[in-house]
């Protein structure tokens, strides 16, 4: 090959190579490929939940994600012209898919108390406590008789924070406290027998009681072991979606739109469980 035509060769090579790194990089910036298909842009809300925490967010017979805090965060999508989208979530990794922006909040029975200044956060709207689930026949009328008794609550829940915080001394009392992957998981044991009692949201409790077919099997004690609250959780320092996002939930709760929503999950108590404005 002659050495001249080589070189323009290399050239025009180089030439093509250029425009193909320029264009990709174009495509990216305009939403093309990767940049698309993660769905994170500004116009899409993004809520991180636990996909087993029914009523706030859990997945239904159908395959769906659906839940309280859900339908709160649809309509919220809808008034700002928003593309909403459910992101379940490793409960452990929350912190985790918040920092690295994969995720906009945290929207899901999310608990304020002890928390403050962990995150920034909406005012709180739900006013929730944990208690104790046991089999309505196994004798464990109160707090006292779960004593030497086999107790399980989900892991980084609050009702092991309340276990392992101002109420340890209770704890001590079980013969064991387990942790489990969800509340799913904890009622099968409780069914079966692997354990006497689950600590629990008083909403998920009534949630999971009622939608049995023996609901009547079940109890939940008349002593709670904590309370608290519940708000949405935004990365520390994002204030200006905190800002947005609270101001359509207010207006919400100012026409009715978040009691009209709670009564379709009426039998886990949220109605009256609202932090009314």
Known sequence: MNKKIGIILAVVLIAFLAMGTASAGLFDFLGGDDAASDGNDENTFIVG????????????????????????????CKRNNWTFKAQPIDWDAKDAELDSGSIDCIWNGFTIN????????????????????????SGIKSLDDLAGKTVET???????????????????TFATLTEVADYNT???????????????????????????DNSDDYSILDDSISSEQYGIGFKKGNDA????????????????????IAENYSDAGVPGSLITK
């Open 49 to 76: 939940f636990d996909a087993e925490f029914p009523p706030y967010g859990y997945k239904d017979d159908s395959g769906n994600y659906v839940g309280f805090d859900l339908d709160l965060a649809k309509e919220v």
């Open 186 to 212: 904890a009622f099968m044991d409780l069914e079966s027998g692997a354990c006497d009692a689950v600590a629990i949201d008083i909403g998920v409790a009534q949630y999971q009681v009622s939608s049995k």
């Open 154 to 172: 989900q892991k980084d829940s609050s009702a092991l924070a309340a276990l392992q915080g101002d109420n340890k001394t209770l704890a001590d």
């Open 241 to 260: 979606l905190k800002d947005q996002v609270q101001k359509t939930l207010d207006e919400m709760f100012e026409d009715g739109t978040v009691a009209k």
């Open 114 to 137: 002890g928390r403050e200044n962990d995150y920034t956060w909406s005012e709180p709207y739900i006013d929730n406590k944990q208690v104790i689930v046991v089999k309505s026949d």
